[in-house]
């Protein structure tokens, strides 16, 4: 089995907890919470999991960024991820999603497929899955986190 490494900077939602655990269910997990306990991620599985405040910001998450990016321009060099975001509100899952990306992209991250799984508050974003899924939003959110482990 092939390990896993799960960027969770900072206090998380219980909706966060369930998408987590939905995309790491049987999978090895390594978990780094804080920019002191980063591995070499080169070639490596990653799974960000990112809790929002209200106003967008992890900063914890951005330590994480900062002290990857400080080990060079191939700090990320053939490692694959996805992110799990959630936000309180209806904002900011987007665009830090895309800065996400962005930033790791430049490190050598890729994100294959539908790499993005985002929580907002009610789950709005998710009612056009409902019109083809039988399901509650919880539940769509859960299955969608799962599917991840595929990428």
């Known amino acids: 089995m092939k390990k896993v490494y799960l960027i969770i900077p900072g206090e998380i939602s219980h909706k966060l907890s369930k ?16 920019s002191a306990s980063i591995p070499d991620l080169r070639d490596k599985k990653i799974i960000f999991a990112i809790q929002l405040d209200s106003l967008g910001y992890n900063i914890a998450l951005n330590e994480i960024l900062i002290e990857i990016g400080r080990r060079g321009d191939n700090a990320l060099y053939g490692a694959s991820a996805v992110i799990l975001i959630n936000s309180p509100n209806d904002l900011y899952t987007k665009s830090i999603s895309q800065d996400i990306i962005f930033k790791t992209n430049l490190m050598g ?21 409902q019109k083809q899924l039988d399901l509650s939003l919880e539940d769509i959110s859960v299955q969608l986190c799962g599917k991840l482990r595929k990428n």
């Open 19 to 34: 998408m987590v655990e939905a995309a790491t269910n049987g999978l090895d997990t390594f978990i780094i919470k804080d």
């Open 109 to 129: 991250c890729r994100f294959p497929g539908h790499p993005v799984v985002e929580g907002i508050e009610g789950l709005k974003n998710l009612r056009a899955w």
